[in-house]
């Protein structure tokens, strides 16, 4: 099996971070998304929707969107404690990621490509969605800060795969991308932001 990604980019980010944590390891091919390699027509029927990451297993099927990758392999190799593992810890990370990844990460995706127009070869950009989709972010980051004052990692005391979308979300969409101060502003996000900094799965 394979897993085709853009190595530098937050979502194929985020399953190289999971797979780190799991301890597994898989082949990868690299495409340049802004040079347009995902747009071939032959990867565009291999990808439901035509992005990476994207995992290709030996018999042909593939399975697109960063959590469906995450979960698969969690799965495949027994290793699921990143989902959660009690019936309420898993309810709690399902909610975590689910907020963090619609609410931040998204938005933040939103807000960079109609702003800058980094897509704008296969997409219409809409700079007044790009905006508000940055307002929306601004206003979503209090709300994590204060999950976080509360508990060491979004959900509780333990590491889980709403902490991967949470960093992705901080560091590189809206430290990096929007030039939001996030860890300036946000006191209880800058302590747990390093923390997992420090993890080496994370570096
Ligand atoms: N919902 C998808 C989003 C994937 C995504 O946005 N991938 C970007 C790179 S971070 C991409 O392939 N961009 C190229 C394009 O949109 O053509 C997931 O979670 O996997």
């Known amino acids: 099996m394979k897993i085709y990604e853009f190595a530098t980019n937050p979502s194929s980010r985020r399953v190289g971070i999971f797979l780190k944590e799991i ?26 929707n035509g992005k990476v990451p994207m995992l290709e297993l030996d018999d042909g099927t593939t399975i697109s ?8 392999f969690a799965e495949h190799s027994g290793k699921t404690e990143l989902f959660g593992e009690t019936p309420v810890e898993k309810g709690k990370v399902e909610m975590w990621q689910r907020i963090v990844e619609f609410d931040g990460l998204y938005a933040g995706f939103q807000a960079f490509r109609n702003l800058s127009g980094v897509y704008s070869d296969r997409e219409r950009c809409v700079p007044a969605w790009g905006e508000e989709s940055k307002l929306r972010v601004q206003e979503f980051l209090p709300k994590l800060d204060k999950q976080l004052s509360r508990n060491d ?6 590491l889980s795969v709403a902490d991967i979308t949470a960093f992705l979300f901080v560091g590189f969409v809206c430290e990096r991308a ?20 420090d993890r080496p799965a994370f570096q």
């Open 153 to 158: 990692f979004v959900v509780g005391d333990k």
């Open 23 to 48: 301890g597994v390891e898989v082949d990868r091919v690299q495409l340049n998304v802004r040079e347009g390699d995902n747009l071939t027509p032959e990867y565009q029927e291999k990808s439901v």
């Open 178 to 197: 929007l030039e939001i101060d996030v860890l300036e502003t946000y006191p209880h996000i800058q302590a747990w932001y390093q923390k997992l900094a």
């Open 65 to 72: 969107e960063t959590i469906a990758i995450c979960r698969f």
